[in-house]
């Protein structure tokens, strides 16, 4: 694809609903990373795969967040019993090669939670 | 966690006048450091590094490690750099970014 492609755009979930969100990274990329931005706050880093292998989830908020990447392709990460407080825009970013190397991420446009 | 400090929310400029957005850094030997820009209705995406030293649309970002800061200028605004700018730090593996400063250049 052209670039990193993530769904929904936008999700209204109300409180203790469950929600999936979708990354499609550029294709051939071997890392990826999930960030949540909060509203004024620049990107937090949550969790990170480099192809199939979930290498280091240390930023997820709590056990209700969990992601997965089983083909070492399009990932998903799911929030269960969404809180108020879950309420960002979720961006999925990829690299071709390890981060280390470029320093550079390209990012998916991102979804944005509304937690009612 | 090493983190990076973007002290200002908002910067307004006219065009064609200098800008200059703050970005300081906890101490560390050899930090890797990053600018990001988001324009309007856009993705994130790489905006410039320290290490390549280079100039991107006229922006240029200097490391100083006396002062754990690394700056980014551009002499002359246009309207087009409107845009939100993130610094960020590589930590490992991972990129760390600041809270980010909204530029808007005015005619």
């Known amino acids: 694809g052209a670039g990193v492609s993530q769904s929904p755009r936008y999700k209204v979930a109300k409180r203790g609903q469950d929600v999936a969100l979708r990354c499609d990274p550029i294709?051939?990329?071997?890392?990826l990373f999930w960030y949540q931005q909060a509203l004024g706050q620049g990107p937090e880093f949550l969790t990170y795969f480099q192809n199939e292998a979930q290498l280091d989830k240390s930023g997820l908020p709590s056990d209700r967040f969990f992601a997965e990447r089983p083909e070492g392709s399009v990932s998903t990460l799911k929030i269960q019993r969404t809180q108020q407080e879950d309420s960002a825009v979720y961006l999925c970013?990829?690299?071709?090669?390890?981060?280390?190397?470029?320093?550079?991420?390209?990012f998916g446009e991102g979804s944005r939670l509304t937690v009612l | 966690a090493q983190r990076v400090t973007q002290p200002e929310k908002l910067l307004s400029v006219f065009k064609g006048a200098p800008v200059e957005l703050k970005c300081n850094y906890s101490?560390?030997?050899?930090?890797?450091l990053f600018w990001y820009v988001q324009y309007s209705r856009q993705r994130l995406q790489l905006l410039l590094r320290h290490i390549s030293r280079e100039s991107i649309k006229g922006f240029t970002a200097d490391l100083n490690k006396g002062e754990t800061s690394f700056h980014l200028k551009k002499p002359f605004a246009q309207e087009e750099d409107s845009a939100m700018y993130y610094c960020a730090r590589l930590n490992d593996y991972k990129l760390s970014f600041g809270a980010g400063t909204t530029v808007t250049v005015r005619a």
């Open positions: 970013a990829s690299s071709l090669v390890h981060i280390t190397e470029t320093g550079e991420l390209f």
């Open positions: 294709s051939g990329h071997v890392s």
């Open positions: 101490y560390s030997g050899s930090p890797e």
